[in-house]
């Protein structure tokens, strides 16, 4: 091995395009080039959000045309603190100290009105962690939403968010209304769980013959373990390889993979 097959950092290197992550990346990439608005993906805790995140700013982030912005932790005080971080991202300027909530929001609708209209950009705004967004943020995003022209909006928003989001948008009809995309990314089967570790290991081998380092009962094993969330499935496949190399054994069984 040449690099850790199951390393927990969400490398682009080491993203397995299963058929479910392909589903979402496909219906998220045509919203945000149609330019449609508001795009939620929702899914329980290691379904691979972060990873997605990840791969849609890589896929943007050659293109020109495009302005990719991402906020990471969601969990502001108070209005203005929000406001003035969007700001921040979008024009690497903070506004005046003297300027209200108002006043900012227009200066992030003619800053939004300029690059989508006069410069024909795509400015994207993605929020992982999105079960921690205050309401107070969810009606400024609403509010953005009403930016647009006689054909798109001039703001692109994706939400990435466990699912106690879910509760969060019944509460609020009308930020639950302006939703263009709102996929639920569900675990993985069988058969992508397996290929996903056979593709990891792929990734990570020298030169030299292939690696099957996992028996099919062994498959069968991390499957049953990890119900096919890929966060679970990496840490039982690391602790596995380890296991393997302390025992001092050539691959993974099914035992070997009970034990852990």
């Known amino acids: 091995l040449n690099k850790e097959p199951f ?4 490398d682009p290197e080491f ?6 992550h392909v589903d979402c990346l496909q219906k998220l990439e045509l919203s945000l080039l149609l330019r449609r608005g508001l795009n939620v993906i929702i899914g329980e805790v290691g379904t691979g959000k972060t990873t997605l995140c990840r791969q849609i700013i890589r896929r943007f982030s050659k293109r020109e045309e495009v302005d990719t912005h991402l906020i990471l932790d969601p969990h502001f ?16 300027k903070k506004p005046l100290k003297s300027s209200n909530n108002w006043q900012v929001k227009e200066y992030i609708k003619k800053y939004l009105y300029r690059s989508g209209v006069d410069q024909n950009k795509t400015t994207i705004l993605i929020i992982d962690e999105g079960q921690k967004i205050p309401i107070f943020c969810l009606e400024i995003l ?13 703001l692109q928003i994706v939400i990435f968010a466990q699912m ?11 930020f639950a209304d302006r939703i263009n995309l709102y996929h639920y990314l569900k675990p993985l089967n069988f058969r992508d769980t397996c290929k ?4 990891r290991l792929e990734q990570s081998r020298g030169s030299g013959k292939r690696l099957e380092l996992f028996s099919l009962p062994a498959l069968a094993a991390v499957y049953h373990a990890s119900g096919g969330y890929p966060r679970k499935i990496i840490n039982l496949c690391h602790q596995t390889i380890l296991t393997m190399i302390i025992q001092n ?10 034990s852990c």
């Open 142 to 154: 609403r509010e953005f939403l009403n930016y647009e022209t006689n054909e798109f909006k001039l």
């Open 164 to 174: 106690e989001f879910r509760k969060t948008v019944q509460k609020l009809p009308n």
């Open 249 to 258: 054994k050539k691959s993974v069984g099914y035992f070997l993979v009970r």
């Open 196 to 199: 996903m570790i056979k593709f």
């Open 15 to 20: 993203f397995y395009h299963s058929r479910e």
């Open 77 to 92: 005080v108070d209005a203005n603190e929000f406001l003035i971080t969007v700001v921040s991202m979008f024009t690497g």
């Open 7 to 10: 390393s927990n950092s969400p």
